[in-house]
């Protein structure tokens, strides 16, 4: 069965360089949810999309972060001119719809380092 | 600053132990969720509790939401070694963000 998948599974960069990471929902997830996961940290939320909607940004950390989705299906997490403390796993999770009921789902993650 | 604290942080235990692992918080939580998180994998869901005083029983683990349900806690009874990994806590208010605790990575040994 298809999950949530990511791409790629680990991404080593230089500080300065941009990166773009990748969620593919679960087919038929109108709601799309990124986090960070620092060493020792628990989930940081960072973005939220659901349908058509405006998405919420209110937990990307600076404005070098910035994510879209298109067609309302895959996402794209970009961090231009990367830091060192911007490494971390970021994890993405979909669900039916952003409800409290609706169980998120979660991706393995793309494990992040900047050298 | 989180707004769920979990502990401990580490915990080795013999097969066969119990351990019990807490979550608390000074908010209120429309419901709480548990996960566990293995290497290399997403946090993948256990239970979630909505009722004060809920209890909900998933085959050796226990799960408990307090009464205020500002706290819970996760009891497991004689542990294995597929026990071993990453357990979560993640409260919700009335709406779809989740904020997670810490963690607690628990290691059983053989």
């Known amino acids: 069965g298809a999950g949530v998948s990511q791409s790629p599974s680990n991404k080593v960069t230089e500080k300065g360089k941009d990166v773009e990471l990748r969620c593919d929902p679960i087919s038929g997830h109108t709601a799309l949810y990124w986090y960070r996961q620092s060493l020792g940290q628990g989930l940081e939320f960072l973005i939220y999309?659901?349908?058509?909607?405006?998405?919420?940004k209110s937990g990307l950390p600076s404005d070098r972060f910035s994510a879209e989705r298109t067609g309302g299906s895959v996402s794209t997490l970009t961090i231009q001119r990367t830091q060192q403390e911007d490494s971390a796993v970021y994890l993405c999770?979909?669900?039916?719809?952003?409800?409290?009921?609706?169980?998120?789902?979660f991706g393995p993650g793309t494990r992040l380092t900047v050298l | 600053t989180q707004l769920l604290e979990q502990s401990p942080q580490f915990l080795s235990i013999q097969e066969g132990e119990n351990l019990t692992v807490y979550c608390n918080s000074s908010?209120?939580?429309?419901?709480l969720q548990w996960y566990r998180q293995e290497p290399g994998e997403g946090p993948v869901l256990l239970v979630t509790v909505v009722t004060g005083g809920e209890v909900k029983k998933l085959k050796r683990l226990t799960f408990q939401f307090g009464d205020a349900r500002k706290d819970s806690s996760l009891h497991i009874t004689a542990a294995q070694p597929g026990d071993t990994g990453l357990y979560l806590c993640?409260?919700?208010?009335?709406?779809?963000?989740?904020?997670f605790g810490a963690g607690t990575t628990v290691t059983v040994r053989a």
């Open positions: 999309f659901q349908g058509n909607s405006a998405p919420d």
């Open positions: 993640a409260g919700q208010f009335n709406d779809y963000k989740l904020s």
């Open positions: 908010s209120v939580f429309s419901s």
């Open positions: 999770a979909s669900s039916l719809a952003g409800l409290v009921s609706n169980e998120q789902f």
